[in-house]
Nanobody, 121 residues
Framework: VQLQASGGGLVQAGGSLRLSCARS????????MGWFRQAPGKEREFVSA????????YYADSVKGRFTISRDNAKNTVDLQMDSLKPEDTAVYYC???????????????WGQGTLVTVSS
């Protein structure tokens, strides 16, 4: 049971990146998925979450209107489209799977390794 996050990189402020989280097993089909991030010297924080069917999405206030979460259960992937990026979005981004689309880390059972996003000013 693995989650693999990818798509991070270096981008200028105002630019876009698309992160993807691939799930290794079909058992994740009925899991809610979330994205969290951890900036240097800071605690890991909630970014976005999506219900297992994709009909419900949730965002942190800091990314609302700029980030979009989506999932393709046929492909076993969850994406995070990040637009209008700001330097303060710089962080390691993690995807996670849990029973419902929660904002708290403890509600997620499985975590992928992070992917680094660096936004230059």
């Amino acid at each position: 049971v693995q989650l693999q996050a990818s798509g991070g990189g270096l981008v200028q402020a105002g630019g876009s990146l698309r992160l993807s989280c691939a799930r290794s097993e079909r058992t994740f089909l009925h899991y809610a998925m979330g994205w969290f991030r951890q900036a240097p010297g800071k605690e890991r924080e909630f970014v976005s979450a999506i219900s297992w069917g994709g009909e419900n999405t949730y965002y942190a206030d800091s990314v609302k209107g700029r980030f979009t979460i989506s999932r393709d259960n046929a492909k076993n992937t969850v994406d995070l489209q990040m637009d209008s990026l700001k330097p303060e979005d710089t962080a390691v981004y993690y995807c996670a799977a849990g029973g419902y689309p929660a904002m708290m880390m403890k509600e997620y059972d499985y975590w992928g390794q992070g992917t680094l996003v660096t936004v230059s000013s």
